[in-house]
């Protein structure tokens, strides 16, 4: 059975852009904060915020840790080639592996790009050997990252 496809969302307006703005900035601004700061009432921004959280435009709130102090201390992305048919459930599978923090499906050479965050080239090892191993994963390629030069983990507001 195909998935339902979402209904497009209406573009965020002023207020909307406003808060999302000072909460990429400080993430734990209190609701009082965030109606100073962007100038909008207190009640508006109470409901603005209840809104964009009903609605999915903010999914969720958390600590952006250093990885390398949680032990993580190797990075890589990885290329899938996965065999015709199953590309979502592989994605779906591996997306499990708590080593993994990002699941692209791509256009291009790969069918899937996968980020994953690890201990140390023993834990690499085991990743390829188990996750990456299964069926339906035709080839994979590793890149294991060097130097991290930039890593966003918030998003950003595009350009008005």
């Known amino acids: 059975m195909a ?3 979402p209904v497009p969302q209406a573009p965020l307006d002023k207020a909307a852009r406003l808060l999302l703005r000072e909460l990429a900035r400080d993430g734990r601004l209190s609701h009082r904060e965030l109606a100073t700061r962007t100038g909008l009432s207190l009640a508006t921004v109470n409901r603005r915020m209840r809104a964009m959280e009903s609605d999915g435009t903010i999914r969720g709130y958390a600590v952006l840790a250093d990885p390398g102090r949680l032990g993580w201390t190797l ?9 015709k048919g199953f590309v979502r459930a592989v994605h779906e599978a591996i997306a499990k592996d708590p080593r993994i923090f ?24 085991d990743l390829v050997k188990t996750t990456l191993s299964l069926a339906h994963i035709q080839r994979t390629n ?3 990252v060097l130097k991290t030069v930039l890593e966003r983990a918030v998003v950003g507001m595009p350009p008005s």
């Open 3 to 5: 998935k339902e496809t």
């Open 75 to 83: 990075t890589a992305v990885i290329g899938l080639r996965i065999e």
């Open 102 to 125: 990002g699941v692209y499906d791509v256009t291009g050479e790969w069918d899937g790009l996968v980020l994953v965050r690890l201990r140390d080239r023993d834990d690499l090892d």
């Open 142 to 144: 590793t890149m294991v």
